[in-house]
């Protein structure tokens, strides 16, 4: 089974949804759109089910054009971040309604409820209605009807948004594992980049409805193409400082200044981007390489193990993920250092020239 969008486009009025946009997603992937808030998932997923027509582009099954394909034809199966379960019918119920709307016989759809059931420790709970159950067994409950029909293509959207921390924290564990077993192609929308790297597979990073980077979810982390693709898979966002390169030294902000090594010495002396994700910002100096830099601090958020600490260094704010709990002054002068290690270089467009070396080792 394979899932091909070819140049799909959705266009509402004067506003672009989606920009023109190639997928290939293979039989058996996991394959995660992650994106903020209106960076196109839903529309994106939308159209890849049918429930949406593209404006421009098709979209292929197979091989087979379904492009104008009715969703009830097609072998889809779409989860949301809401419960929708039937209130008044039992979980067995919930899960059999599929197969009795195919018109499959008593004891195949017995089979299968209680087949998907076991696979989602459902099976005490086949007798009880969904109100009856926690949140995450009614959530269950949805993804199981929606595995029952045997769907090649399952689109999960933010299923595990309206649970509680502990609920997100089984699900994520399981969903991989389920997945595994059903060898449908999965698609799963998410703003939060530690989920898509729990889930791993594949990973599309969306940004006001454009894919800016496809492939592998450690790769897209590690070498992000550009600015954009590295800011959306940074949580909270990546930090960024204007650089230049001069001879074999790249010069930061206050005069700081780290060895042009590796590909970096190839680069022609000018301006450039750096950037560094927050939980590599530390208050002392742990590596004798580490840049100092001075900075005026906002705001702190504890988060019992951790301390966010929300910095204005030289007009740039940045955040850095600091562990430990930390009491520090909102106002206070803030020294903070940087291993030059975990910076990541671009050019003024905002294109990737040279990953941080921690990664590229990765």
């Known amino acids: 089974m394979v899932l091909e969008l070819k140049s799909v486009s959705k266009v509402v009025g004067r506003q672009t949804h989606i920009h023109p946009t190639d997928l290939h997603l293979e039989n058996g992937t996991m394959n995660v759109l992650l994106g903020p808030t209106l960076a196109g998932k839903t529309s994106l997923m939308r159209l890849m089910a049918g429930l949406d027509q593209p404006t421009e582009g098709r979209v ?118 389920i997945f595994e077993e059903s060898g449908a192609i999965f698609v799963y929308a998410t703003t939060e980049p530690e989920e898509a790297l729990l889930l791993g597979g594949n990973t599309a990073t969306l940004w006001e409805g454009r894919v800016t980077q496809f492939g592998l979810t450690p790769d897209v982390y590690r070498r992000p193409v550009d600015a954009t693709t590295a800011r959306v898979f ?51 100096q742990h590596t004798p390489s580490a840049m100092k830099f001075n900075t005026r601090l906002s705001v702190t958020e504890l988060t019992g193990s951790e301390t966010f600490v929300h910095l204005d260094h030289a007009g740039e704010r940045w955040v850095g993920l600091i562990h430990g709990v930390h009491n520090l002054e909102p106002g206070a002068d803030l020294a903070v250092w940087l291993d030059p290690s975990h910076v990541y270089i671009f050019d003024a467009e905002g294109a990737l020239v040279a990953p941080a070396s921690y990664a590229a080792a990765a």
């Open 60 to 177: 292929f099954w197979n091989g087979e054009d379904v492009t104008g394909m009715r969703v009830q034809d097609r072998q889809v199966a779409m989860v949301y971040q809401q419960f929708i379960n039937y209130p008044t019918m039992t979980v067995y119920d919930n899960i059999a309604s599929p197969l009795r709307l195919q018109g499959k016989d008593k004891a195949t759809i017995d089979a299968a409820v209680h087949k998907t059931a076991e696979m989602m420790k459902l099976t005490p709970m086949l007798d009880r209605r969904p109100l009856e159950l926690s949140g995450g067994q009614q959530q269950r409950c949805a993804l199981a009807r929606a595995l029952v029909k045997g769907a090649g293509l399952v689109l999960l959207d933010e299923p595990l948004a309206n649970l509680d921390y502990k609920l997100r924290e089984e699900l994520r564990v399981e969903i991989p594992k």
């Open 234 to 284: 940074s949580d909270p966002p990546m930090n960024f400082l204007q650089v230049s390169k001069t001879g074999n030294k790249l010069m930061f902000g206050e005069g700081q200044s780290a060895p042009a090594t590796g590909k970096l010495a190839e680069l022609p002396d000018g301006r450039y981007l750096a950037g560094f994700r927050p939980n590599h910002l530390e208050i002392g």
